[in-house]
Nanobody, 121 residues
Framework: QVQLQESGPGLVKPSQTLSLTCTVSGASITSNYYTWSWIRQPPGKGLEWMGAIGYRGSRGNTYYNPSLKSRTSISGDSSKNQFTLQLSSVTPEDTAVYYC??????????WGQGTQVTVSL
């Protein structure tokens, strides 16, 4: 059974960097068949894809939403089977529930439960 679990601080101050980790069990993040995404949902709004990491051989390739690319970094740690999101210079508009998810070529098939992040003083 594949499971994804987000972890990180629930409160971040404006201008700081938000850092979240997704721990994966039941599948390897280095599998060449999947990509591993970060997706968020601000209150009252729809889902927003932030970016992803996918492996070809041992190399992790990253992909970003152009609207967030300048502030976003995604990395993988194969030894811990984790991937991490960093979002810099956060503002209250970055307040959202943040999800990690696994994607096949057809769909997102496994999701984490989501973690609430609030940007506030």
């Amino acid at each position: 059974q594949v499971q994804l679990q987000e972890s990180g601080p629930g409160l971040v101050k404006p201008s700081q960097t938000l850092s979240l980790t997704c721990t994966v069990s039941g599948a390897s993040i280095t599998s060449n068949y999947y990509t591993w995404s970060w997706i968020r949902q601000p209150p009252g709004k729809g889902l927003e894809w932030m970016g992803a990491i996918g492996y070809r051989g041992s190399r992790g390739n990253t992909y970003y939403n152009p609207s967030l690319k300048s502030r976003t970094s995604i990395s993988g740690d194969s030894s811990k089977n984790q991937f991490t999101l960093q979002l810099s210079s956060v503002t209250p508009e970055d307040t959202a529930v943040y999800y990690c998810a696994r994607a096949t070529v057809l769909q997102y098939d496994y999701w984490g439960q989501g973690t609430q992040v609030t940007v506030s003083l």
